[in-house]
C-alpha cells in the first residue's frame, strides 16, 4: 500500500516536466539520484522522444532493481547508469552540458548545496534544474529541511529563475523548477 502511494506521488512530480521543456525536441538529461530506477524508467519512457535524446543517471550505490527495471527498455541504449557520488560525477565532468538536470540524491542540506551549484554550472542555457522532495521535512529523519534550505540559499547565490514552487502550489507536487535565463 505504501510503495504503490510512493510511485503514485513520484509519477505525479514527473508528469508536470513537459509543461517546462519541450522533449520533442533533442535533449540531454541528467538525473541525480536512482534508487529502484522508477523515475529513471518514467523519463527514459516519456521525455526520450527524440531519436538522439539521452539520460544519465548517477547513483552512490545502483541497485539490481535499477538494472531490472530499465535494461529491456528500447530507450535503454540512450541511457547510462553511472555508479558513483555525485560530488565525484561532477569532479570529472569535461565540458559537458544538460538540458534538463533532476536532483533527488542525498537530501541532507550540505550534499543539495553542493548538487545544486554543480548543476547550475553545466546547465544550458534555456535548461531547467528540477529539485525533488522539497517538503521533505515531514519525515523525521530529514527534520533538517535540508532540500528546502539549501534551495533558500541557491536562490540567492544564482541567476536562475524560479518557474515552480511548490509551497505555492495548490497541487502537491514537492518539485521546485529552475529556469536558466542567462
Ligand atoms: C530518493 S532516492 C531517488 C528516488 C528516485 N529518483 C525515484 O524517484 O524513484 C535517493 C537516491 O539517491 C542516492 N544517493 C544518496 N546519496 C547520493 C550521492 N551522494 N550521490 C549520488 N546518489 C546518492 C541513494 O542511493 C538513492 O538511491
Not at 528500447?74 to 569535461?94: C, G, H, Q
Request: glycine share 2%; net charge negative; proline share 2%.
Amino acid at each position: 500500500m505504501c510503495t504503490k502511494l510512493w510511485k503514485m506521488q513520484m509519477i505525479q512530480h514527473y508528469q508536470i516536466l513537459d509543461q517546462y521543456h519541450d522533449f520533442s525536441k533533442e535533449t540531454k538529461i541528467l538525473e541525480i539520484g536512482i534508487w529502484e530506477a522508477e523515475s529513471t524508467k518514467y523519463i527514459m519512457q516519456n521525455y526520450l522522444t527524440h531519436e538522439d535524446s539521452i539520460l544519465e543517471a548517477v547513483d552512490i550505490r545502483i541497485q539490481d532493481a535499477a538494472f531490472e527495471a530499465v535494461w529491456e527498455l528500447p530507450e535503454y541504449e540512450r541511457t547510462t547508469l553511472i555508479e558513483t557520488p555525485s560530488d565525484n560525477f561532477f569532479d570529472v565532468l569535461n565540458e559537458e552540458t544538460y538540458d534538463v538536470i533532476l536532483i533527488d540524491g542525498d537530501h541532507m542540506y550540505s550534499q543539495v548545496l553542493r548538487d545544486g551549484l554543480n548543476a547550475s554550472k553545466i546547465l544550458e542555457d534555456n535548461g531547467i534544474i528540477v529539485f525533488d522532495d522539497v517538503q521533505l521535512h515531514v519525515i523525521p529523519k530529514y527534520t533538517d529541511n535540508g532540500v528546502k534550505r539549501a534551495l533558500q540559499e541557491l536562490e540567492l547565490e544564482w541567476n536562475l529563475e524560479c518557474l515552480l514552487d511548490c509551497k505555492d502550489n495548490t497541487i502537491w507536487t514537492n518539485v521546485n523548477v529552475y529556469r536558466n535565463t542567462k
